[in-house]
């Protein structure tokens, strides 16, 4: 009986052992992936990307593409990011990138494909005045609370 007892109090230290070296591997990636997947958050913010893929000569059409792309790019790039974040924050990562696609898309409709692209670009940033707030800003402020919640 004794010897059982030792060998299971044994088997318990090292389960929890190699417990605690696992989640001391796991914590730096998955933190990392939630600092991704605040970087996307950011690139894909509607200001954001029209300060970086705003070019003199495109018309709204061309726009509409160029940042679609970059949106679809961005994602791409992190979707390996969904490993080690929770369930809920990645959905409202994608919700984000939903909500971002459908505005850009909603203000291009409302545009002459032929317009300047600055047309589109001052009818997104308008559209974010109105609502007052990023379409993103809903899942960068789910995501720091995890974070705050799991560290």
């Not at 929770?86 to 032929?114: F, V, Y």
């Not at 379409?135 to 789910?142: F, G, K, M, N």
């Amino acid at each position: 009986y004794l010897v059982k007892k030792y060998f299971d109090g044994e088997e318990t230290k090292r389960k929890h052992q190699i417990m605690l070296n696992n989640q001391s591997m796991i914590t730096p990636l998955r933190l990392q992936a939630y600092e991704r997947a605040i970087l996307f958050l950011e690139r894909i913010s509607p200001e954001n990307l029209i300060m970086r893929i705003n070019k003199p000569g495109l018309t709204c059409q061309q726009m509409q593409s160029e940042l679609m792309h970059a949106i679809r790019s961005e994602f791409e790039h992190n979707l390996s990011q969904q490993i080690y974040i929770s369930h809920g924050a990645w959905e409202m990562l994608k919700i984000a990138r939903g909500r971002t696609i459908q505005m850009i898309n909603t203000m291009s409709e409302k545009l002459p494909h032929d317009s300047p692209a600055i047309n589109l670009s001052k009818a997104i940033l308008e559209s974010m005045v109105e609502e007052e707030k990023a379409p993103t800003l809903d899942a960068i402020v789910y995501i720091k609370k995890e974070i705050g919640q799991l560290f």
